[in-house]
């Protein structure tokens, strides 16, 4: 099959290429999924420069990617969840860095795989498993959010965008941080928009008309204002500063779940969650992709397609 490869860590994503490599075997309760599509997430690029290194085992060569979206073209022992033909999606990250996604085929655990939300299209799908999964567990972090106002730092990115939907359905009112050029994007998604930079913990309490019940940041650095906007019985939670700890916050790291990927399929398939889909890349275009993901000014989600 063909996949992108990085053989060492390095700063330069031209380092990066597609090779024929052999198919993936697939251990029992895993399935093979034929890739469609796939998500790209700032953490992919990361990574190839070590950035996890201190955590993650890694098996050279590497094949980047977490996200997948795609059809099951072969079945571990014992894996009776699925069947050939079945349309899948799955955040798809393993225990040791290697067998990624930004392939022609990968295999993955079935505790991590559920069926494709039927209204989505393929690069859709491939962009929803690491971004819904993040905001779903943030805002899960954050307890009830019936009735609340809850501030979400970096609203417009890939992330950002499904947490104001998924606030929404949950009966909160969203303010969400982003530039003017995306305010009328997250307008259209039903949150209240507001510009970051200087001066927004005063802008977010005048338009809040007071504190607000929780913060989810998806951008970190925000740790001062979310102190300064949140009420005293407030939640807050990050995916990017883990000092928020020490402040009484949560740091979310995501962990691959199908059943957690399966409440985003029903939301989509309700009509409340949907994917924003930027720019889709082909396989040959890894680098360009990571090279656009690192500028940080991707409003939803950029996609991988072999």
């Known amino acids: 099959m063909r996949a992108a490869v990085y053989d060492r860590f390095t700063d330069d994503f031209d380092d990066i290429e597609v090779r024929e490599i052999e198919d993936p075997k697939v251990p029992p309760a895993s399935v093979l999924i034929e890739v469609k599509a796939a998500g790209v997430n700032p953490v992919d690029w990361k990574l190839v420069g070590g950035g996890l290194d201190k955590f993650l ?3 050279f060569p590497v094949i980047p990617g977490w996200d997948v979206a795609g059809t099951v073209v072969g079945l571990g022992f014992d894996t009776p969840e699925f069947e050939i033909g079945d349309e899948v999606v799955a955040y798809a990250r393993k225990d040791v860095l290697g067998g990624g996604t930004f392939a022609e085929k990968v295999a993955v655990p079935v505790h991590a795989v559920t069926k494709k939300p ?3 299209t393929w690069e ?3 962009g929803l498993p690491l971004a819904g999964n993040t905001a779903l567990r943030t805002l899960d972090a954050l307890g009830d959010l019936d009735g609340k106002t809850v501030l979400i730092h970096g609203a417009a990115g890939g992330v950002g965008s499904m947490a104001v939907q998924i606030a929404k359905a949950a009966g909160a009112r969203v303010i969400g941080t982003a530039s003017e050029r995306n305010h009328h994007y997250l307008r259209g998604l039903g949150a209240e928009p507001i510009t970051y930079g200087e001066g927004l913990a005063d802008r977010v309490r005048e338009l809040a008309d007071g504190p607000v019940d929780a913060v989810a940041d998806f951008v970190g650095g925000q740790l001062e204002t979310t102190l300064a906007v949140l009420a005293d ?11 928020v700890t020490t402040h009484g916050g949560r740091y979310i790291w995501v962990r691959p779940d199908g059943a957690t990927t399966a409440r985003l399929t029903e939301l989509v398939d309700a009509g409340k969650l949907s994917v924003e889909v930027d720019q889709i890349f082909p396989l040959a275009e890894v680098a360009d992709a990571f090279r ?3 500028e940080g ?4 989600k950029l996609v991988i397609v072999p």
């Not at 807050?236 to 000092?243: E, F, K, V």
């Not at 000014?297 to 939803?300: A, L, Q, S, V």
């Open 292 to 294: 656009s993901s690192a």
């Open 124 to 126: 859709q799908a491939g």
């Open 57 to 59: 085992p890694t098996q």
């Open 118 to 120: 039927a209204g989505l």
């Open 233 to 243: 019985d407030g939640a807050h939670a990050s995916i990017a500063d883990p000092t």
């Open 297 to 300: 000014h991707t409003r939803g």
